[in-house]
């Protein structure tokens, strides 16, 4: 088992800043990649950003250049710093993490808001 809980969700002005971290719980050694996704209203949940146990990086186009993904494996957290935030990427952004194919399921954090007004 394993429990994801994000923070850092807010209300922020076009161009500017959120930092979002996801705290994990648990089976947390058995994580091989964990990261953000997002949902807007009416659209599906995409992939923003994971990151894998070695470090290695795989963003969505529409964030790369603005956005940052980080991971402390001791700390077992890991954030997504939003820079030059827009309208657009307003949306529920969700915690997730990848288990191995012997793991019974991937889990999901419950969400956070991150409200970008223009």
């Known amino acids: 088992q394993v429990q994801l809980v994000e923070s850092g969700g807010g209300l922020v002005q076009a161009g500017g800043s959120l930092r979002l971290s996801c705290a994990a719980s648990?089976?947390?050694?058995?994580?091989?990649?964990i990261g953000w996704y997002r949902q807007a209203p009416g659209k599906q949940r995409e992939l923003i950003a994971v990151?894998?146990?070695?470090?290695?990086?795989n963003y969505a186009d529409s964030v790369k250049g603005r956005f940052t993904i980080s991971r402390d494996n001791a700390k077992n957290t890991v954030d997504l710093q939003m820079n030059s935030l827009k309208p657009e990427d307003t949306a529920v952004y969700y915690c997730y993490a990848k288990m191995p194919a012997w793991a019974p399921r991937d889990y999901w954090g419950q969400g956070t808001q991150v409200t970008v007004s223009s």
């Open positions: 990151i894998s146990s070695g470090g290695s990086t």
């Open positions: 648990g089976s947390t050694f058995s994580i091989s990649v």
